[in-house]
């Protein structure tokens, strides 16, 4: 990930406030609508695992989410995995190599793409 997304990305957790979220959405260019979690407090949960980070893990609307460390850095993860290259939805943030993850397809030396973590 080059430096700017990592400031990018520090920004982005120091900001969850934690306390009144109520749906995660993790999506993509190669998946606009991404997939959510909607139970407040799964969420609340997974945005107090990224902001620390923490190692957390849960399963919600089909998918078994996780938050922990992977590499050189963090994972969050709705592929049922940590730190496996697989098929699903993952995102490694801080990761100096190739395998910063993927959405709704392979997950280590994926194709260009973005990701897109928000919590409304």
């Given at each position: 990930m080059p430096n700017y997304q990592c400031a990018a990305w520090k920004v982005f957790v120091v900001g969850l406030t934690c306390s009144r979220y109520r749906v995660m959405r993790l999506s993509g260019s190669r998946n606009p609508a991404g997939i959510v979690v909607t139970d407040p407090t799964i969420v609340g949960s997974i945005a107090v695992a990224l902001r620390k980070p923490t190692n957390y893990a849960?399963?919600?609307?089909?998918?078994a989410w996780a938050v922990g460390t992977c590499g050189t850095g963090m994972e969050l993860s709705a592929a049922g995995t940590m730190c496996t290259c697989t098929n699903g939805y993952i995102l490694r943030y801080y990761d100096i190599y190739v395998n910063w993850g993927g959405i709704d397809g392979i997950t280590c030396s994926a194709p260009s793409q973005s990701i897109t973590v928000s919590f409304e």
């Open positions: 849960v399963n919600s609307n089909g998918f």
